[in-house]
């Protein structure tokens, strides 16, 4: 894999302030407590000003003390629980059509997207739990090296070598000045003397302290964007889409692999001109940067009966389409029901997006669409 190792230009505007975080109350299991790496979260926490807790046991409590569900979920997202990853959730899954493997620094987002797709997937109420055995995580990738059904037997994608999805449930930029579990995992990579890349993607533009760590070209971070008026619409708690972009050519400057995952992909009013625009404002984004390593990942809006009812909950007040007349049924890999776009909607939509992005961005490599 090849090494992109660029200094920052000395030219460069300064990064405005990132979109933090900061939960209103932490609390942390015993067992957390034993590793190093817990209790520096706990330590970063304190100092931001939140109510530590430290717990008896390993047990989380006190998590559905609100009997409506949207105080309910106010009360979870403003909560981060620092646990221990069990060996089951340690276990890693197979995650296409992203990558060859999925691996969870943490689960649970501190955002408020009103189509959030953790909701109806992860049990429980909305808490970012982040977990403080990071060695034992990290243990488990070496064995699926060359093993995974994406990057690793795709022909048209082996140049990434084997792929390591780690924000299929979380977003670890967001989180990542509490926890220091995403700058570790990028270092981890890249001193891994190994065909492999890791992966994530993020809301936020918190990169400054991502910037001078050796990554050696293993880390690709892609940041998820959509549609100006998608984005103030139906995206809280996260950092503005050009905050974003700017962060990705920060990201770019720096030498890392970049990507756009441009998702929920919505047919709003005026669709064609929004999604080109911002097509036109990444590259601009990127416009500095020589030859940068760019991919796009082009998502469109799904649903399930589970995420609506939950969804509905959280934000009742919401107009986000989620009409099934409006849609068509498909099955999931699960065998569960799915809404989705009808046939003729996702044609126009693909074929006008991808269009775009080759004349946006010539040079990028669009992975799929789905």
């Known amino acids: 894999m090849a090494v992109l190792l660029r200094a920052r230009s000395a030219e460069a505007a300064p990064a405005s302030r990132p979109k933090l975080w900061r939960p209103r109350r932490v609390l942390v299991t015993r067992s957390a407590l034993t590793w190093a790496h817990g209790r520096a979260m706990a330590e970063r926490a304190a100092a931001l000003g939140a109510e530590v807790v430290e717990l008896k046991g390993d047990r989380l409590t006190g998590l559905n003390d609100e009997a409506d569900a949207r105080r309910a979920y106010v009360q979870a997202k403003g909560t981060l629980a620092i646990t221990v990853a069990s060996a089951a959730k340690r276990r890693l899954q197979p995650i296409p059509p992203s ?31 982040a977990y403080a055995n990071l060695p034992e995580i990290l243990a488990e990738l070496p064995a699926h090296v060359g093993q995974g059904a994406v990057t690793s037997r795709m022909a048209h994608r082996a140049g990434e070598g084997t792929t390591f999805e780690a924000s299929c449930y979380t977003d670890p930029l967001g989180i990542e000045h509490l926890t220091g579990s995403l700058a570790a995992t990028i270092e981890h990579f890249g001193v891994w003397d190994a065909d492999v890349q890791l992966r994530f993607t993020t809301k936020y533009d918190g990169v400054e302290p991502l910037l001078g760590l050796a990554h050696n070209g293993r880390t690709r971070v892609r940041f998820s964007v959509n549609a100006a008026a998608v984005a103030r619409r139906f995206e809280g708690g996260v950092a503005a889409l050009a905050a974003r972009l700017a962060a990705m050519g920060r990201m770019a400057e720096a030498g ?69 007349t409006a849609r068509t049924r498909k099955l999931t890999k699960f065998g569960s029901t799915k809404w989705v776009y009808p046939k003729a909607v996702m044609s126009d939509l693909r074929a006008t997006l991808e269009a775009q992005v080759r004349h946006h961005l010539p040079t990028a490599r669009l992975l799929y669409w789905t």
Request: include cysteine.
């Open 256 to 324: 890392y692999p970049v990507g756009l995952t441009v998702a929920p992909i919505m047919p709003i009013e005026g669709w064609r001109d929004a999604y080109d625009a911002l097509f036109a404002d990444a590259a601009a984004a990127l416009a500095g940067v020589p030859d940068p390593d760019l991919t796009v990942e082009l998502i469109t809006h799904r649903f399930t009966p589970g995420s609506k009812t939950v969804l509905q909950g959280w934000y009742p007040g919401s107009d986000l389409e989620m009409d099934e």
């Open 99 to 129: 990558a060859d493997w999925r691996f969870d620094l943490a689960e649970g987002c501190p955002a408020h997207c009103q189509y959030c797709y953790l909701a109806g997937s992860l049990k429980g109420p909305p808490i970012t739990r």
